[in-house]
Nanobody, 125 residues
Framework: QEQVAESGGGLVQAGDSLTLSCVAS????????MGWVRQAPGGEREFVAA????????YYGDSVRDRFTISRDDDKTRVHLYMTRLQPDDTAVYSC??????????????????WGQGTQVTVSS
C-alpha cells in the first residue's frame, strides 16, 4: 500500500517563499504521478501542481503557474513544491497526492487515489 507524507508547511508573510516536500513509501508503482492539491478554509479542493514519474512533464493550476515550481528527486519517491510570492489567498491545507494519469487528466482531482494528511500553509498580509 503506497502512502505519502508531507512536510514543510508553516506561517509566512505575503511575498515570502516556502518549500513543501512529500515522500512516498510502500509499494511504489512505476509511472506514478505525484503532485499537490490544496483546500482553503471553507473552500473546495484545488489542483496545484503535479510532476510525471521521470520528471519530464509538469502540470500547474492557473492560480500558481507563474509562482510555484514542482520537482521530483531522481529516486522518484520525493517531490518538492517551491512556492514564491505567496499571498494570503494561498492559505490552505496542502496535500500530497499520487496516481496514474497523463496530460490534461493530471490536473483533475479524480486522477489521484493516494492522498496525504496535509500540511498547513498560512500566509499573513
Amino acid at each position: 500500500q503506497e502512502q505519502v507524507a508531507e512536510s514543510g508547511g508553516g506561517l509566512v508573510q505575503a511575498g515570502d517563499s516556502l518549500t513543501l516536500s512529500c515522500v512516498a513509501s510502500g509499494r511504489m508503482h512505476h509511472g506514478i504521478v505525484m503532485g499537490w492539491v490544496r483546500q482553503a478554509p471553507g473552500g473546495e479542493r484545488e489542483f496545484v501542481a503535479a510532476v510525471s514519474y521521470f520528471g519530464g512533464s509538469t502540470y500547474y493550476g492557473d492560480s500558481v503557474r507563474d509562482r510555484f515550481t514542482i520537482s521530483r528527486d531522481d529516486d522518484k519517491t520525493r517531490v518538492h513544491l517551491y512556492m514564491t510570492r505567496l499571498q494570503p489567498d494561498d492559505t490552505a491545507v496542502y496535500s500530497c497526492v499520487a496516481g496514474h494519469c497523463s496530460g490534461w487528466a493530471c490536473s483533475q482531482l479524480h486522477s489521484y487515489d493516494v492522498w496525504g494528511q496535509g500540511t498547513q500553509v498560512t500566509v499573513s498580509s
